[in-house]
């Protein structure tokens, strides 16, 4: 980008939504919420959820759900080193 050019959040209409990175991850959507979870939503990997935006404005907690979805594990990862570990795999 240029230097004088607009933040990348103004060009595309938002901030990274923490909803899309959990499902990036393999999280269930709302993990990272503050609020209670009243049911783990699990979207499927085989194709990016049509129903949550990369990018939203006004997101509650946005910056702090990001900071602990950054320093989460991926699901994968961890079940993948969880077996190895264990004697899961030959």
Same mark, same amino acid.
């Given at each position: 980008? %240029? ?6 959040n103004?060009? &595309?209409?938002?901030?990274? @939504? ?5 499902? /990036?991850? $393999?999280?269930?959507? $709302?993990?990272?919420?503050? *609020?209670?979870? %009243?049911?783990l939503?699990? *979207?499927?990997?085989? %194709? *990016?959820? /049509? @129903? ?6 006004? &997101? %509650?907690?946005?910056?702090?759900? /990001? ?6 594990? &991926? ?9 190895? /570990? ?5």
């Amino acid at each position: 980008m %240029k230097r004088d050019s607009p933040d990348l959040n103004v060009i &595309v209409g938002g901030s990274l @939504n923490p909803n899309w990175v959990e499902w /990036l991850m $393999g999280w269930p959507v $709302g993990w990272s919420s503050l *609020e209670p979870i %009243k049911t783990l939503r699990w *979207e499927s990997f085989s %194709k *990016e959820p /049509l @129903n949550i935006p990369r990018v939203a404005t006004g &997101v %509650k907690n946005r910056v702090n759900r /990001l900071k602990a979805i950054g320093n989460g594990q &991926v699901p994968g990862c961890a079940a993948t080193a969880w077996s190895i /570990l264990s004697g899961g795999f030959d």
